[in-house]
């Protein structure tokens, strides 16, 4: 090499040493987190970390399939069905674009599927059959106090006649009889007629009336059209004997916040077919209900907005699958919207004090048993942390048998800033049940997602701390709660925030899926607008990173009767531990009152493996469930469909 070479080749090296240090001293952090960043993950992928700690990753649908999903559940075919309805966008409401997607997580294929209302913020529940039943929905967004033009409000009419019903049509006009001003209803009401008053000697006392609600709006816009008192209001268009006996009664019709109103549409999915099926209608209409099957295999529907977007009055009902007609239960009780509402192994109901918020803050908060059929409601003490129980969740410890219930998190009423690191467990087989604290969480969190797996822990992720992950108050973790130890175990941290409109479902292969959240902002600053999270996430527990062999399970009876048995190969029988049978979940606004756990009595000869299903009729639910074998080292098989009629 001549001397001019050797010149430009050193003074390229001087060029590049001096490019490189001068973005060392601009870009010194970005190179730091680069190599952090790269270190991290080596760390997290290699074999002894995920045995440890498990490990997450992002599933992106293509863009055409991309969706707000708000609710998810796991259908007996394996494949997850996901709903957004218009996904808590006003612009696909007004267009009236509705969306359902089919995922098979297995193949990785996804389909879209008509959507025949729009079901977000519905309910929903597995059936008997092995379909969903999906109730309640959106009518109407909420409009916020300064973008109400027309003053508006609920109207109730009383119908005064005991011997006939009225209806009243859509467009109704209603006049205030001391304020002179006209309001018009949105929807035609029927009135009930009245009921006849007698005393104990059958001496008639008087008439009461019957009652009808309705939404109605002044006829012009403005605040001179608002209403500051009560006032009776004479109705345009009737004469006669159903004048002088129909009249609304109103308070105040303003322009305050309107909020959002619910629909009465009801449908069952068909897993098989892949569509929804239309049943009747609910007498009520429902935004926010929770739906929970009953000991008989019927659903109860309870709480939600109506269709005036106020609290459901305590009017219950029940959906036959046989009939697939609704009926009110005898009794009216209320309670918040998303009620947790959990079947008990005696055929009541448990209240665990978890909700999705909508509601006065005195009435339906405290956590109780409750027996439908006579309206008893017996409050269990002990909770702690009781006033931030809005975005709570709830999940029945497995295995269900011991009936025991950890509430997780939770928030302030509203958009409260205040949030709970506490998780309550109470023991309902106590003769004197009460709340104890179980182990705290890091941080105050709304909105924590929980799911139960076949080796009996429970696995915590998620939430915020603020209200919608408020400044950028997202929580990037995940805990492995130990049954036995009572002791959570900091497993991996997940990759994507998870607030607002979001869940988790356990999958048969033993993984489970994360889906959702509705930041409000996107900034700590609170100055950028959200934006809807549409990436999937699955999180691989460690016990699918263990050494040794997976379980197998195969064969076998699809259906099992309760107090029956059903025998499956399994080449590692003999190193089985536990048997689970797990209902699948159906999961929104961490609600899920779908999923739990059942221990399963077993027997393993050679590469056969007998197993018992319970007789009691309470706890294993009429249905479908996937049944999982784990061994000594916790690793479970893949799951076996089971039919339990």
Same mark, same amino acid.
Request: include cysteine; hydrophobic fraction near 30%.
């Given at each position: 090499?001549? @001397?001019?070479?050797?010149?430009?080749?050193?003074?390229?090296?001087?060029?590049?040493?001096?490019?490189?240090?001068?973005?060392?001293?601009?870009?010194?952090?970005?190179?730091?987190?680069?190599?952090?960043?790269?270190?991290?993950?080596?760390?997290?992928?290699?074999?002894?970390?995920?045995?440890?700690?498990?490990?997450?990753?992002?599933?992106?649908?293509?863009?055409?399939?991309?969706?707000?999903?708000?609710?998810?559940?796991?259908?007996?075919?394996?494949?997850? +069905?996901?709903?957004?309805?218009?996904?808590?966008?006003?612009?696909?409401?007004?267009?009236?674009?509705?969306?359902?997607?089919?995922? $098979?997580?297995?193949?990785?294929?996804?389909?879209?599927?008509?959507?025949?209302? *729009?079901?977000?913020?519905?309910?929903?529940?597995?059936?008997?059959?092995?379909? !969903? +039943?999906?109730?309640?929905?959106?009518?109407?967004?909420?409009?916020?106090?300064? @973008?109400?033009?027309?003053?508006?409000?609920?109207?109730?009419?009383?119908?005064?006649?005991?011997?006939?019903?009225?209806?009243?049509?859509?467009?109704?006009?209603?006049?205030?009889?001391?304020?002179?001003?006209?309001? =018009?209803?949105?929807?035609?009401?029927?009135?009930?007629?009245?009921?006849?008053?007698?005393?104990?000697?059958?001496?008639?006392?008087?008439?009461?009336?019957?009652?009808?609600? =309705?939404?109605?709006?002044?006829?012009?816009?403005? #605040?001179?059209?608002?209403?500051?008192?009560?006032?009776?209001?004479?109705?345009?268009? +009737?004469?006669?004997?159903?004048?002088?006996?129909?009249?609304?009664? #109103?308070?105040?019709?303003?322009?305050?916040?309107?909020?959002?109103?619910?629909?009465?549409?009801?449908?069952?999915?068909?897993?098989?077919?892949?569509?929804?099926?239309?049943?009747?209608?609910?007498?009520?209409?429902?935004?926010?209900?929770?739906?929970? /099957?009953?000991?008989?295999?019927?659903? +109860?529907?309870?709480?939600?907005?109506? %269709?005036?977007?106020?609290?459901?009055?305590?009017?219950?009902?029940?959906? $036959?699958?046989?009939?697939?007609?609704?009926?009110?239960?005898?009794?009216?009780?209320?309670?918040?919207?998303?009620?947790?509402?959990?079947?008990?192994?005696?055929?009541?109901?448990?209240?665990?004090?978890?909700?999705?918020?909508?509601?006065?803050? %005195?009435?339906?908060?405290?956590?109780?048993?409750?027996?439908?059929?006579?309206?008893?409601?017996?409050?269990?003490?002990?909770?702690? %942390?009781?006033?931030?129980?809005?975005?709570?969740?709830?999940?029945?410890?497995?295995?269900?048998?011991?009936?025991?219930?950890?509430?997780?998190?939770?928030?302030?009423?509203?958009?409260?800033? !205040?949030?709970?690191?506490?998780?309550?467990?109470?023991?309902?087989?106590? @003769?004197?049940?009460?709340?104890?604290?179980?182990?705290?969480?890091?941080?105050?969190?709304?909105?924590?997602?929980?799911?139960?797996?076949? *080796?009996?822990?429970?696995?915590?992720?998620?939430?915020?701390?603020?209200?919608?992950?408020?400044?950028?108050?997202?929580?990037?973790?995940?805990?492995?709660? %130990?049954?036995?130890?009572?002791?959570?175990?900091?497993?991996?941290?997940?990759?994507?925030?998870?607030?607002?409109?979001?869940?988790?479902? !356990?999958?048969? *292969?033993?993984?489970?899926?994360?889906?959702?959240? $509705?930041?409000?902002?996107?900034?700590?600053?609170?100055?950028?607008?959200?934006?809807?999270?549409?990436?999937?996430? =699955?999180?691989?527990?460690?016990?699918?990173?263990?050494?040794?062999?997976?379980?197998?399970?195969?064969?076998?009876?699809?259906?099992?009767?309760?107090?029956?048995?059903?025998?499956?190969?399994?080449?590692?029988?003999?190193?089985?531990?536990?048997?689970?049978?797990?209902?699948?979940?159906?999961?929104?606004?961490?609600?899920?009152?779908?999923?739990?756990?059942?221990?399963?009595?077993?027997?393993?000869?050679?590469?056969?493996?007998?197993?018992?299903?319970?007789?009691?009729?309470? !706890?294993?639910?009429?249905?479908?469930? /996937?049944?999982?074998?784990?061994?000594?080292?916790?690793?479970?098989?893949?799951?076996?469909?089971?039919?339990?009629?």
């Amino acid at each position: 090499m001549n @001397d001019r070479a050797g010149r430009r080749r050193a003074r390229r090296l001087a060029i590049g040493t001096a490019v490189v240090l001068a973005l060392a001293g601009m870009n010194g952090p970005w190179l730091y987190r680069f190599g952090t960043e790269k270190y991290h993950q080596y760390k997290i992928n290699k074999p002894e970390y995920k045995a440890a700690n498990g490990k997450w990753e992002i599933v992106e649908f293509p863009e055409e399939y991309r969706q707000n999903t708000i609710h998810a559940a796991l259908l007996r075919t394996g494949k997850v +069905l996901l709903v957004a309805g218009s996904g808590n966008n006003q612009d696909n409401f007004d267009a009236k674009k509705y969306d359902t997607r089919v995922w $098979d997580p297995v193949k990785g294929t996804i389909k879209k599927v008509p959507t025949p209302s *729009d079901l977000f913020c519905t309910g929903h529940t597995q059936l008997a059959n092995g379909n !969903l +039943l999906i109730a309640g929905g959106t009518k109407r967004y909420e409009k916020l106090k300064g @973008d109400v033009k027309k003053a508006g409000g609920l109207m109730i009419v009383h119908n005064e006649n005991p011997d006939k019903p009225i209806t009243l049509p859509a467009g109704t006009r209603f006049t205030g009889k001391q304020n002179g001003k006209t309001f =018009i209803s949105k929807d035609p009401v029927l009135v009930p007629r009245a009921k006849k008053r007698f005393d104990k000697t059958g001496r008639f006392l008087g008439n009461d009336p019957g009652l009808g609600r =309705i939404y109605v709006e002044a006829a012009k816009e403005g #605040a001179r059209y608002e209403t500051g008192t009560q006032d009776n209001y004479r109705i345009s268009g +009737l004469t006669g004997a159903d004048a002088r006996n129909t009249y609304g009664i #109103a308070q105040k019709l303003a322009l305050d916040k309107k909020d959002f109103q619910g629909i009465r549409d009801a449908y069952e999915f068909d897993p098989v077919a892949e569509r929804y099926i239309k049943v009747d209608p609910m007498n009520e209409a429902r935004w926010y209900p929770t739906l929970t /099957m009953l000991s008989d295999g019927r659903i +109860l529907s309870v709480s939600g907005l109506d %269709d005036i977007g106020q609290l459901v009055p305590g009017k219950n009902e029940i959906f $036959d699958p046989k009939t697939r007609k609704w009926t009110y239960t005898r009794k009216v009780r209320q309670f918040p919207t998303y009620p947790a509402l959990f079947l008990m192994q005696n055929g009541k109901i448990f209240y665990s004090g978890s909700n999705a918020g909508y509601g006065p803050a %005195d009435i339906g908060r405290e956590p109780g048993v409750w027996d439908v059929d006579t309206n008893r409601f017996t409050k269990i003490p002990g909770l702690s %942390d009781p006033k931030l129980m809005e975005t709570s969740n709830t999940v029945l410890l497995p295995p269900a048998q011991d009936e025991r219930y950890m509430v997780i998190g939770g928030g302030g009423v509203g958009e409260s800033k !205040l949030s709970s690191r506490k998780t309550r467990i109470v023991d309902l087989k106590d @003769d004197s049940p009460r709340f104890v604290d179980g182990p705290s969480l890091e941080k105050g969190t709304r909105y924590p997602q929980a799911s139960i797996l076949p *080796d009996d822990s429970v696995l915590v992720s998620g939430g915020s701390e603020d209200y919608r992950g408020r400044g950028d108050s997202d929580i990037l973790q995940a805990r492995l709660y %130990d049954t036995r130890k009572n002791t959570f175990q900091r497993v991996a941290d997940p990759l994507v925030g998870r607030n607002y409109h979001s869940g988790s479902i !356990l999958l048969p *292969d033993g993984r489970v899926m994360f889906f959702g959240s $509705d930041s409000l902002f996107a900034d700590a600053a609170n100055t950028k607008p959200g934006e809807f999270e549409q990436r999937i996430e =699955i999180y691989t527990p460690p016990y699918l990173y263990q050494d040794g062999a997976r379980p197998g399970l195969s064969g076998g009876p699809q259906t099992i009767e309760r107090g029956g048995t059903g025998t499956f190969s399994s080449p590692q029988a003999s190193s089985v531990r536990k048997v689970r049978l797990i209902r699948p979940s159906a999961s929104t606004h961490v609600t899920d009152v779908d999923q739990r756990s059942i221990a399963l009595d077993f027997k393993a000869e050679g590469t056969e493996l007998t197993v018992t299903v319970p007789q009691n009729r309470n !706890l294993v639910q009429p249905g479908w469930y /996937m049944l999982f074998v784990t061994n000594a080292q916790g690793v479970p098989s893949k799951a076996q469909w089971v039919k339990v009629p």
